[in-house]
């Protein structure tokens, strides 16, 4: 609905471009709804103060300016990070698991976005529920970088690891509006 009073004298209330906010309409298209197109109608047809007239998709005004249209702005979600890693970090030869040799670690992982978009990357470092023997956790967020790039973050030392406790990490990627979905988890 748009109430913008438009086009009654030249003077007083000149003729101008009314905009309408559809976006749940182009969403719902997006997500696969049946297209059945737009209709701009008067809120009353018979009330000469709602009365309204529009310009058609076969006026042409030259700019472009006049003609309606539909403007849409869309974003994909950025892509789920590739390639963790945590350094410095040494693999143990005897069990295979790995492990951190700093309490402020640096966290990396690759970041793509579909649209091209500078990328960053949020790192969660939560306890290992198989462990259980902290309630250490940590979020942060890298600056951002080029698509396909790899996002870096070290952990501060104000949030410094705890020593000797069992910890796993995970990153999802942000492209300044939505964030992707989570990678699973590395301990």
């Known amino acids: 609905t748009n109430t913008a009073a438009k086009g009654y004298s030249s003077t007083d209330c000149p003729a101008g471009t009314m905009n309408f906010d559809i976006d749940a309409i182009v969403q719902a298209w997006a997500d696969g709804s049946s297209n059945y197109g737009l209709r701009i109608a008067g809120a009353s047809e018979t009330d000469s103060y709602t009365w309204r007239r529009f310009r058609s998709a076969n006026y042409v005004s030259g700019d472009g300016s006049t003609e309606p249209h539909l403007t849409v702005t869309y974003n994909s979600y950025p892509a789920k990070p590739s390639s963790l890693a945590i350094s410095p970090s040494q693999v143990n030869a005897y069990n295979g698991n790995r492990y951190v040799t700093s309490l402020t670690p640096t966290l990396s992982a690759k970041v ?45 030392s104000a949030s410094a690891l705890p020593a000797g406790k069992h910890l796993r990490y995970r990153v999802r990627a942000y492209d300044a509006t939505d964030y992707g979905s989570w990678t699973g988890y590395t301990t």
Do not use: C, H, R
Not at 114 to 138: C, H, L, M, R, V
Not at 140 to 151: D, I, Q, Y
């Open 112 to 156: 793509t976005d579909p649209d091209g978009s500078n990328t960053k990357a949020q790192f969660e470092i939560t306890a290992d529920p198989a462990y259980a023997d902290t309630t250490y956790t940590y979020t942060g967020t890298s600056s951002a970088v080029s698509s396909g790039s790899t996002a870096k973050l070290t952990v501060p």
